[in-house]
C-alpha cells in the first residue's frame, strides 16, 4: 500500500548549495538519503514529496556545511500480508515468476502460481498448467495476493506472492472464476423459479 509519512530529522547543506532556496537544498540531499531505500518502518521510499520546514542553520568550527532541522513528508510502497497487489511477469525461472508491482518485485513460487501441476519451459521461458492448460509468460498482467513480506535495511527486501486462489493471477484466469460463479449462480436462480 502506498502511504505518505511525515518526518523529522537533520541535514547537511554543503557551500555548493548555498546559492539555493533552503527548500530546494533540502529536498536535494534528502532525495540523495532516502529515495529508494528500504526500511522496516516506512518500507519502500519512493519519493519526498514535500519539504515542510528547514530550520535555522548552525555552524561548526572547522565545518564548512550547514546543519540544519527539517521536517518533510515521503511517499513510500509498504507491503502487508493478504494485501491485494497488481503487476506484470518481469521475469521467469525454473523455481517461479518474479512480479513488479510498481516500485518493488516479488516472488510467485511454482507451488503458488495455480491450483494445478505446473512444468516449466526453458525455451519459451514459461509455464504451463497440465490440466488447465494456463500459461504464464513474461509481461503478462497478474493479480496477486501478499503472503510473505521480509523488508531488510538498505535496498534489499523480499516479497511472497500467490496467485493461486480463485479470481487470482492473469486477467483471463479471473474472468474464467468469474463466469464460473456467476454461472453457478444462474443454476440456483433458474431452479428457484423453476420450483
Not at 36 to 58: C, K, M, P, Q, S
Amino acid at each position: 500500500m502506498f502511504k505518505l509519512f511525515t518526518l523529522e530529522g537533520k541535514i547537511e547543506i554543503p557551500p555548493f548549495l548555498f546559492d539555493q532556496e533552503k527548500t530546494v537544498s533540502a529536498r536535494i540531499i534528502l532525495s540523495e538519503d532516502y529515495e529508494g531505500i528500504i526500511t522496516r518502518e516506512y518500507g519502500f521510499i519512493i519519493a519526498i514529496v514535500d519539504v515542510l520546514n528547514v530550520g535555522h542553520g548552525i555552524i561548526i568550527p572547522g565545518n564548512a556545511n550547514t546543519f540544519h532541522e527539517v521536517e518533510f513528508t515521503i511517499l513510500a510502497f509498504k507491503p502487508t500480508v493478504g494485501e491485494l497487489v497488481e503487476g506484470t511477469v518481469v521475469e521467469i525461472v525454473d523455481f517461479g515468476s518474479f512480479i513488479r508491482m510498481g516500485p518493488l518485485d516479488g516472488l510467485v513460487h511454482v507451488s503458488q502460481i495455480c491450483d494445478d501441476y505446473i512444468s516449466y519451459e526453458q525455451v519459451g521461458s514459461r509455464f504451463i498448467g497440465k490440466e488447465t492448460g494456463k500459461i504464464l509468460e513474461v509481461n503478462d498482467q497478474v493479480r496477486a495476493k501478499i503472503i510473505a513480506v521480509s523488508l531488510g535495511t538498505g535496498r534489499s527486501g523480499k516479497l511472497g506472492l500467490t496467485m493461486r486462489q480463485k479470481f487470482l493471477g492473469k486477467d483471463e484466469w479471473i474472468e474464467t472464476d468469474i463466469e464460473e460463479a456467476l454461472g453457478v449462480d444462474e443454476d440456483i436462480e433458474e431452479k428457484k423459479i423453476s420450483e
